[in-house]
């Protein structure tokens, strides 16, 4: 739906920022452009409202050349988010928010009830729309921002490092919140960031950009982490992509039946690691039954670790059975515990699926 074609940034001083570009960004998704400082990432950005001007090729919205465009009547459906919000800080919230709407020539009454919505729709309340930015905590007026730039209604948001002044906690929140509005709303964002970790998560597709502005590799974070296109984005996307790589993959592993007992139950001597449950079947814990058999006291039950829902990546999974002191991993459904899983079991799974590599065998091993 926003389509770069061959397009060459060359400021007037001659310093080419974007070097013959060519990407499309898909329609109602994240779309991340990461990359080293420099290389071209905001200047790409800027040129998709034409706050920057391309000295060569062509960006289509739509289907559309944007050079065809009045500026003006194009931002309309482009809403933009800076670092640092760049709030008006002699204007309350809500004014703040209402300058996007007033802009498109909305009259008073629709502007405030649209600024209203999109303050709410932030996770902000109506005491804090009443406050100036000053008032606000640094994620609270970055959230203004996302809220002023929603509150024209836009097609398309666009979002220049809109998180990166604020602490790794508030980052997480608003990356989150982030991902749930694009899906409530169904927008497209383009989002740039210096952050891999931040592309990763948010992305539904990244752009590495690397030096001279020329784009290293346009691709998912899975595709990412598992073929990365040269030494420059294998450097860029991180040493330990494998694990990262984890999270991305939901291989399907069966899950293996497992026995629960209920405290006051008894075991019999021997029977290893069993799992407890209460009466509803939710799973409460691991208890060893080694050298001991007869009812299971409560004080014996050992909490199981992490959980996997049914469907989760592999990195869940995988959490799960590494954490659990039987090795087993517990996945469930909704609570309710639908079997267990060990990480030979991930871990074969994920080889099965081409997830992961299978090591050639070693002499006199079966394969
Ligand atoms: N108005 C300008 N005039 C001349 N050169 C510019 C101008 N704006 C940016 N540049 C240069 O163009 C190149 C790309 O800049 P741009 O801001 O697009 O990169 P970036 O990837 O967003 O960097 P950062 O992560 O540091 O913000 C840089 O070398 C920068 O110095």
Known sequence: MIRFEDVTKRYADGTVAVDDLSLEVPRGGITVLVGPSGCGKTTSLRMINRMVEPTSGRILLEGEDISRRPAAQLRR??????????????????????????????????????????????????????????????????RVGVARALAGDP?????????????????GDLQAEVRRLQQDLGITIVMVTHDIDEALTLGDKIAVMGYGGHLAQFASPAELLAEPADDFVADFVGKDRGYRALSFAAPDVPVRQERTVRVGESVAAGSGWVLVADEEGMPQGWVDVAGWGGPVPAEKVR??????????????????????????????????????????????????????????????ETP
């Open 155 to 171: 097609t398309v948001v666009l979002m220049d490092e809109p998180f990166s002044a604020v602490d790794p906690i508030v980052r």
């Open 77 to 142: 459906h482009i809403g933009y988010v800076i670092q640092h919000a760049g709030l008006f800080p002699h204007r309350t919230v809500l004014a703040n928010v209402m300058t996007v709407p007033r802009l498109l020539g909305w009259d008073r009454g629709k502007a405030r009830a649209a600024a209203i919505e999109a303050i709410e729709k932030v996770g902000l309340t109506q005491d804090q729309a009443k406050r100036y930015p000053a008032q606000l905590s640094g994620g609270q007026q970055q």
């Open 303 to 364: 909490r199981f670790g992490t959980v996997a829902e049914a469907g989760a990546s592999a990195r869940t999974l995988l959490d799960a059975a590494l954490s659990s002191p039987s090795g087993r991993g517990v996945v469930v459904e909704d609570g309710h515990l639908v079997g267990t899983v060990t990480a030979d079991e991930v871990l074969a799974a994920m080889r099965r699926e081409g997830h992961v590599a299978t090591p050639p065998g070693r002499p006199g």
